[in-house]
């Protein structure tokens, strides 16, 4: 501070700013498709060796995907014939036909046909009430949370298992089977899975020793044991314990296996979440005066569900295809009506378990991707807060 | 301007209901085997302005976080305008509510705007209507002359603005004591003067302060009586005037002579 100039030994030493800068663009390079190009595709030589090994990878696998699910496919028929090369002496692709005929099987199962209806009022009801929650400016979301979770399980249950007294003949869980049977489960686990998660993930953080000592038990158990074995334990060992006449029905006991199992896994997402909260937020929170649920609703949970969306979403997809496992107690999910109905002599063709498993792809992947864009959408809505 | 303010949203300013706000006696408290606070006696009469100082570690910080159980002691009493603190959870919130707290890192919820930040005790605890609670934190907003941040989220401002919406936030609950844990601490030179002059505006009208700080400028200007901490105990505690200028123990001396060139 008191060094005098001399010391120094430099000519220019004093310096005042005369005119503010002004802001000038960003160069060329940084901007538009070119700028675009540059920074994400092309920035190191590491990257343009990925990006072209990239580009050759689609540019394999995209024209055989074209090749064989439209150029080649064929379109209509009435059975194995029109699909097989020694008849048609043509390149063959995906054999549609077997799809159309099969599809309202993939769908409903072995549902009674003349009831089948209850199945697409079901479909309607679900979609109203997941536009309902989701789209964020639908009105009356309020109303919207009530019809979710209250109205849409208590009718659907009604509707699909049938009730005498309105008319509604019963139909056996055992006759229910394709998308109607994964997305009944899918949409049980995925519904039941955060709220108990959540219990269970701050069970298990909780200063009391038996609430913790329980939540951890169940925790490891349950994450310890593969779902296979969930679902063996339900269907079949349950029974041994139970009486037959008050043993629950085989779905909803691999349902509630299934519930259990992704509440599992749940719970350490969500506490994942809950210790990536600082000290602080807490600390403010209590000192405000809020209560411990209070503060949880409010302050904690809202920001660890926030920072944990990703892998929350990614536990959905996973249990969206964990579904499947249920085959293994008897009940026919979508995979497992593609399986039965690709063996089928009608359409023994080399292309018909491909085309079967091509749809079982399409499937999945349109779930599996809506559920990532969602969750993608949400953390981009929730950023905002993190924005300077 | 103000008053009439205060008129409109029927703002008393609160009463304690003892003379004396907060008497911390014989305390005590460990983390594990380490002994922090050491036989803290201290009574801090209604409307006084307590600085507590002392080199970091000493202790001061996890003394004012017992006087809202953000701590928990083993020994004494603490006893805040006439409550004492013990293990029930409804004393803890009793006294937490009359209790404001303003932390070195601000502590604001960020996923909140600041309007929301300000309003949300008041509603959940306090059960005031959302419209009255929103005027009150403006009012509030307006006093730390924040006014046009509300919408903002605490992310979006600078840290002294950040800890004038904590002290709004504090005061919005109507506290009868105002604890500051080093509230300029984290806050770039520029902005500690802004959040200072916030805290003298406080106590010119009347608010029982504890202030854990560093500012000894403020401390002489403020403060009823400074407390003096090392290692867990009170080593000396004056008015400003006796505290700066004939410091007792060696120890005073030491740490004035350190801060004070």
């Given at each position: 501070m008191t060094q005098s100039e001399g010391d120094l030994a430099v000519t220019e030493i004093r310096f005042v700013r005369g005119a503010t800068l002004a802001s000038r663009p960003a160069p060329m390079t940084m901007t538009g498709a070119l700028g675009w190009l540059r920074i994400n595709l092309l920035s190191s030589p590491f990257n343009i060796a990925l990006t072209i090994l990239i580009a050759l990878l689609l540019a394999w696998a995209i024209p055989e995907l074209v090749k064989f699910l439209l150029i080649d496919a064929v379109w209509t028929g009435s059975d194995r014939d029109a699909c097989r090369e020694v008849v048609q002496h043509r390149e063959i692709g995906a054999c549609w036909p077997f799809v159309w005929e099969r599809w309202s099987y993939f769908v409903y199962g072995s549902y009674p046909i003349p009831q089948r209806w209850r199945v697409d009022v079901f479909f309607i009801m679900l979609a109203i009430g997941v536009v309902w929650m989701l789209w964020l400016e639908a009105p009356r979301r309020d109303l919207g949370s009530v019809y979710f979770f209250v109205v849409l399980p208590i009718s659907s249950f009604i509707l699909l298992t049938g009730w005498s007294a309105v008319g509604l003949p019963p139909v056996d869980t055992v006759l229910w089977g394709g998308m109607l049977v994964t997305i009944v489960v899918a949409a049980v686990g995925i519904v039941c899975s955060l709220p108990l998660g959540i219990m269970l993930a701050l069970g298990r953080r909780s200063r009391m020793p038996a609430v913790r000592l329980f939540s951890v038990l169940f925790i490891e158990f349950v994450r310890g044991v593969p779902l296979v074995t969930v679902l063996f334990m339900a269907s079949v060992m349950l029974p041994l314990f139970v009486p037959e006449a008050y043993s629950p029905d085989k779905l909803v006991r691999a349902l509630i296996g299934i519930a259990l199992f992704a509440s599992a896994y749940m719970a350490e997402v969500v506490r994942a979440g809950l210790q990536a909260i600082p000290k602080g937020q807490f600390e403010g929170a209590m000192a405000v005066g809020l209560g411990y649920w209070q503060m949880m609703r409010l302050i904690i949970l809202p920001q660890a569900l926030k920072v944990t969306i990703p892998n929350i979403v990614n536990t959905y997809i996973g249990l969206f295809k964990d579904t499947t496992l249920v085959f293994i107690v008897g009940i026919f999910d979508f995979l497992r009506t593609v399986e039965v109905a690709r063996i089928d002599p009608k359409w023994a063709t080399p292309v018909t378990s491909t085309t079967g498993y091509a749809v079982a792809a399409i499937f999945y992947l349109i779930f599996c991707y809506a559920m990532s864009r969602y969750a993608r959408a949400t953390e981009a809505r929730l950023a905002k807060a993190d924005k300077r | 301007m103000s008053s009439t303010a205060n008129n409109a949203l029927h703002l008393k300013p609160s009463q304690l209901k003892t003379p004396v706000a907060v008497e911390l006696v014989g305390l005590n408290k460990w983390y594990g085997e380490f002994?922090?606070?050491?036989d803290i006696d201290l009574k801090v009469m209604g409307g006084e302005r307590i600085v507590i100082c002392g080199p970091?570690?000493?202790g001061k910080s996890t003394m004012i976080r017992c006087i809202n159980r953000l701590e928990e002691h083993q020994q004494g009493k603490i006893i805040v305008d006439g409550v004492e603190l013990t293990n029930d959870l409804k004393k803890i919130d009793e006294v937490r509510r009359e209790v404001g707290m303003v932390f070195q890192h601000f502590n604001l919820f960020p996923h909140l705007t600041v309007l929301e930040n300000c309003t949300l005790a008041p509603v959940w605890v306090r059960k005031t209507p959302k419209k009255e609670a929103e005027d009150i934190a403006m009012h509030y907003l307006t006093r730390v002359k924040?006014?046009?941040?509300?919408?903002?989220?605490?992310?979006?401002?600078?840290g002294g603005q950040q800890q004038r919406v904590a002290i709004a936030r504090a005061l919005c609950m109507n506290p009868k004591i105002m604890l500051f844990d080093e509230p300029t601490s984290a806050l770039d030179p520029e902005m500690v003067k802004e959040v200072l002059d916030t805290m003298v505006g406080l106590a010119e009208d009347g608010m029982t302060m504890l202030v854990v700080t560093h500012e000894m400028g403020f401390a002489r200007q403020v403060a009823n009586r400074i407390v003096f901490m090392d290692s867990g105990q009170i080593i000396e505690a004056n008015v400003p005037e006796e505290f700066f200028n004939h410091p007792q123990h060696e120890r005073t001396k030491l740490f004035l002579s350190q801060i004070l060139r």
């Open positions: - | 002994h922090v606070l050491r970091s570690g000493s924040i006014p046009e941040q509300a919408g903002k989220y605490p992310g979006q401002l600078s």
